[in-house]
């Protein structure tokens, strides 16, 4: 009875890959065509394989400089962030003041909050201060939205680190500072690891802010992407070749921070 059931859920668990993995590697499959083959018949894979998609990509500079500048925005995000939630969730998981429970809740109503209702404000903003079509305006833009989860992500960490070791530290004569980053931080790694994860995989998706915030000189590869469309159709090839390199930034931050966010799933809030 033990080994039928088992059968059955790997049996299930295998469906399940299969299922998941089918888009991704229609993607794959439709960036190796041309976009004759795609749109005249139905293929499983490429019966005129081709590179010229993702030769475009690599060739025409807007598409790469749009890979560069959603790079740039999206790790200076993701730093931000982490400076500004690290020493506000350590004050949140540490000390008790008026008001505090109140300002946590509206720093995750922040989060809940459509982007485009932020839109006209920072839109206005940035063009009066001069800060339009710059990496600086997406990446402050999207702190928003990421800097109370990483708040609320870290403080579930932090919560769960005994007092007596800030203490303790004092006693032994650590200022703050040296206190935080040669103690506090090493003990909460996997919490700052599943929380860039989160800040760079929420900043790397997010289109609209992105989109509109920038027109030139940072404009990112989810703006460029819509260039595919015109007056002859969408150009398939090119839109899935786009599509495939955009999964690559995501699959090295998993890679370099998976054992963090195994730690952070089964420790922390997330």
């Known amino acids: 009875m033990n080994n039928n059931s088992r059968w059955k859920r790997e049996v299930m668990l295998f469906l399940y890959i299969v299922f998941t993995m089918i888009p991704l590697y229609w993607m794959i499959n439709t960036s190796l065509k041309t976009n004759e083959e795609t749109l005249s018949i139905f293929?499983?894979?490429?019966?005129?394989?081709?590179?010229d998609n993702y030769k475009i990509i690599f060739t025409d500079p807007s598409w790469y400089n749009g890979y560069i500048n959603s790079i740039i925005y999206v790790v200076m995000n993701t730093v931000?962030?982490?400076?500004?939630?690290?020493?506000?969730a350590y004050a949140f998981s540490r000390y008790r003041f008026l008001g505090d429970k109140h300002m946590f809740f509206w720093l995750l109503t922040n989060r809940m909050t459509p982007p485009a209702v932020f839109l006209l404000p920072f839109f206005q903003l940035y063009t009066t201060v001069g800060l339009m079509d710059t990496h600086i305006a997406v990446a402050l833009s999207h702190m928003l939205f990421n800097v109370p989860l990483a708040v609320w992500i870290l403080e579930g960490f932090m919560s769960g680190i005994s007092r007596e070791i800030d203490e303790t530290a004092y006693i032994d004569g650590f200022s703050f500072p040296r206190f935080f980053v040669k103690i506090f931080m090493p003990l909460i790694k996997s919490g700052i690891g599943v929380t860039a994860f989160f800040c760079f995989m929420f900043s790397w998706v997010e289109l609209l802010l992105a989109r509109t915030l920038t027109s030139v000189n940072a404009k990112p590869i989810s703006a460029i992407m819509t260039r595919t469309v015109s007056a002859a159709g969408m150009d398939w090839g090119v839109l899935a070749a786009a599509g495939v390199l955009t999964l690559i930034p995501g699959m090295l931050v998993i890679w370099f921070v998976r054992n963090n966010i195994a730690k952070g799933f089964a420790m922390g809030r997330v």
């Not at 293929?43 to 590179?51: C, E, V």
């Open 80 to 88: 931000l962030s982490l400076l500004v939630a690290l020493p506000a």
């Open 43 to 51: 293929s499983i894979w490429p019966h005129d394989l081709t590179w």
